[in-house]
């Protein structure tokens, strides 16, 4: 059995690209690790999807699945993906329930927001817990929130926090910041943000929401707490592509041009597992036609 | 009366940025020059943004604007930009209505599809005549298609057509095509397309859907007709941009990075009026996400 394209990941990026296939009237199959939706089905409330005031991130999953599903598209939950064999032609995707043959592949496989493995941080992912300011520093308009992290997502994140919450604190495990210099002077500068050097947060507790977090000065173990509304997590992100054998960058992210094509022939990568400025699921979404588009121009050329 | 952000244009990608320079907190005027909306609301049926299985282009357009008003989005309508004075960290935009005087500038003022000129073409705009395969091909399962044009957006999207189409029309005002070779080659070995040169298009007719088009032959003046479901024009795409003096390809069109930046500093980019593989509401919200971010960022750089 030869699909036109395998689609890895269902997420954003994976099931528009499921879309855009299927109207193409191409022979597609969608591959998914866990069930489908992606990193948005943990998020608690989307409110910056446009068309959408108000949804939570399941419910958008699922209008995002209902859709792909309406034109046809065939997806497999609980299949892993190990590799993809370059054939020329022909790709093999390897995977925990066997080899798929494919004209084309689109990687859209996400990332993973790197724990902190604090006490209580997975209990209150949604409720005061967030590893994207973007997507939710708006609720936090006159709060109190806690960034940890000391790179540039977590400082420019900081700072981009300030224009909503009263009062930012920015934790970090050293006693500087890896951000960039000109970052830093800015955050140096801004009267709203408060350094909590040497520190990591061990707690973050509350009753239903976040109310604080407790912090250790690793230098004289001392514990102290910071009563906050918010904690932002920014200690990396981890793309989902050690299965991938195209170019990637220095974290493992994947290099694309602007068709989305990879450093190999046939193989496309969308979404927020590829190097990109911003990796939001408007932004998802634009990626996923693109590489459908893009695979099928790139299955046309070689069919003939 | 300063603004942070002037967005020029109030499609999908202006109407996103709005939303997400509200979202961080800016201070955001939106312009249109007619209403808000953008070209999708002369699209009759809007089946592939995620997330709507099927919802006309107006209805879309009036959930963007609902969306970005929640926000507190400012626009103003019937307002004409003629010219952006770039004075380095204040950008003077030059309207109908006066100058209006911001940090940062995004243009999100779409295309104009080239019209043929042919009697009946406007009446038929989202009842079989269309501008975009890639948006409409869909919907012509089994029919019969015209397209109109000879260069490489013209063929690549008859190729596409043939996989929905039972046939293609190929309808050219010269003997031979424009399109790459490769294109060339692919269509005419497809025996779905049929060539018609030498000719121009008269007439699209039909009662309340299209049925025929009358072609003349530009040679012999010999007029005929073919009946056809559809007629797919792709004789040109005129960017929005005269207006502005940042760079831009040979056709017009913006040349941004993948932040959205333009060759000015503090005027972004987003949507169909920039140099991009694909034009699509998805790739549109995409790009004003982009733009809103890197006009926050930019915001802060020159602020502190």
């Not at 299949?79 to 995977?95: A, C, N, P, R």
């Not at 609720?139 to 700072?159: H, L, M, Y």
Request: one cysteine or more; charged letters at 25%; hydrophobic letters at 40%.
């Amino acid at each position: 059995m030869m699909y036109d394209v395998v689609i890895i990941g269902g997420g954003p990026a994976g099931l528009t690209a499921g879309i855009y296939t299927k109207r193409a009237m191409l022979k597609a199959l969608l591959l998914e690790k866990t069930g489908v939706g992606g990193q948005i089905i943990v998020t608690d409330l989307v409110e910056n999807f446009p068309g959408f005031q108000e949804i939570s991130g399941a419910d958008l999953a699922k209008k995002f699945e209902e859709h792909a599903q309406k034109f046809g598209l065939e997806t497999k939950s609980m299949v892993e993906v190990s590799g993809i064999e370059d054939k020329g032609k022909t790709k093999l995707v390897k995977t925990s329930e066997g080899d798929i043959e494919a004209k084309a592949v689109i990687i859209a496989t996400g990332t993973t927001p790197r724990k902190l493995g604090a006490r209580g941080e997975l209990d209150f992912i949604g409720r005061g817990v967030s590893y994207c300011a973007t997507c939710d520093g708006f609720f936090f308009r006159e709060k109190v929130v806690v960034v940890v992290g000391g790179g540039d997502s977590a400082i420019t994140e900081a700072i981009f926090l300030t224009k909503m919450a009263k009062k930012v604190y920015v934790v970090h495990r050293r006693d500087k910041l890896r951000a960039e210099k000109i970052n830093q002077e800015h955050a140096f500068a801004n009267p709203k943000i408060s350094f909590v050097w040497d520190s990591v947060v061990e707690e973050i507790a509350g009753k239903n929401v976040v109310e604080k977090v407790i912090i250790r000065n690793v230098k004289t173990n001392a514990t102290s707490e910071i009563k906050t509304d918010g904690v932002f997590i920014y200690v990396g992100l981890i793309p989902n592509t050690a299965f991938a054998n195209v170019k990637k960058d220095e974290w493992g992210f994947i290099i694309p041009n602007d068709k989305m094509e990879t450093s190999v022939r046939g193989i496309f990568v969308a979404g927020d597992c590829r190097v990109t400025p911003l990796r939001q699921i408007a932004t998802a979404v634009g990626d996923g036609a693109i590489a459908a588009v893009s695979a099928e121009r790139y299955i046309e050329e070689i069919s003939a």
